[in-house]
């Protein structure tokens, strides 16, 4: 398995613009889950989903951030409008949802967000 | 919810002495305590974790010690090397295993 993908592994945007950051979990995984990692406050966790369904979103920043899981292989974090205190690097994670590495989150590689 | 605490934030060794980080969690109900590596530009790794029904788990090098009553555990690393250099979140997770809460990380330098 190549683990979870995140796409694009880079970006670098504009304040006002949109941002769409992809993942794709492990196959198999039940659970998907959004972080954000910045030096003033660490790994945060944005949301996560069980079975594609939205469980726990009260980690998203605010309004201007929404994620979604259409099937079970992929999922969007989508930034709008973008604003340069959204730079960070964003992780998305998966695990899954029994068996011994029941509780273990699978990271991907991230995205390098910079909004100028 | 959990509160994870954890110290300290920068840690500098010789290479061959042992390093210890230590977490405190608030949440009595959290049962499983993982510790994940995070090398520069890299993703979190998981290099070992503990369950609320041992004390103490060892791999290699590395090992972790819990303290339920107290609500802390440790990582221990030993005959440290410059690969070690990283930097090292703890976390405490609750029942149901998805709510991770991460401590603030210790970024650990191994001088050779």
């Known amino acids: 398995d190549a683990g979870v993908i995140q796409s694009p592994r880079h970006e670098v945007t504009e304040m006002g613009q949109e941002v769409t950051l992809r993942c794709k979990p492990i196959?198999?995984?039940?659970?998907l889950f959004w972080y954000r990692q910045t030096m003033m406050r660490g790994l945060e966790l944005l949301i996560y989903f069980n079975n594609n369904v939205p469980i726990d979103d009260s980690g998203m920043p605010e309004d201007r951030f929404s994620a979604k899981m259409p099937n079970a292989s992929f999922s969007t974090l989508k930034i709008q409008p973008s604003e340069p205190r959204d730079s960070a690097v964003y992780f998305c994670a998966s695990r899954p949802g029994q068996g011994i590495a029941y509780n273990e989150q699978f990271f991907g590689p991230g995205t390098r967000l910079t909004v100028l | 919810g959990e509160n994870v605490e954890q110290h300290p934030s920068t840690l500098s060794v010789q290479e061959g002495d042992s390093a210890v980080i230590k977490c405190t969690y608030s949440?009595?109900?959290?049962?499983?305590f993982p510790w994940y590596k995070q090398e520069l530009g890299k993703r979190p790794q998981l290099i070992i974790d503990?369950?609320?029904?041992?004390g103490e788990k060892k791999d290699q090098r590395i090992a972790v010690t819990l303290n339920k009553t107290a609500k802390h555990f440790s990582l221990h690393i030993t005959e440290t090397q410059p690969e070690d250099s990283a930097v090292y979140f703890c976390?405490?997770?609750?029942?149901?295993?998805?709510?991770?809460?991460f401590g603030t990380g210790t970024s650990l330098t191994v001088i050779p």
């Open positions: 976390a405490a997770i609750e029942y149901t295993g998805n709510q991770f809460y």
């Open positions: 949440d009595s109900a959290s049962n499983y």
């Open positions: 503990i369950r609320s029904n041992v």
């Open positions: 196959s198999g995984h039940d659970y």
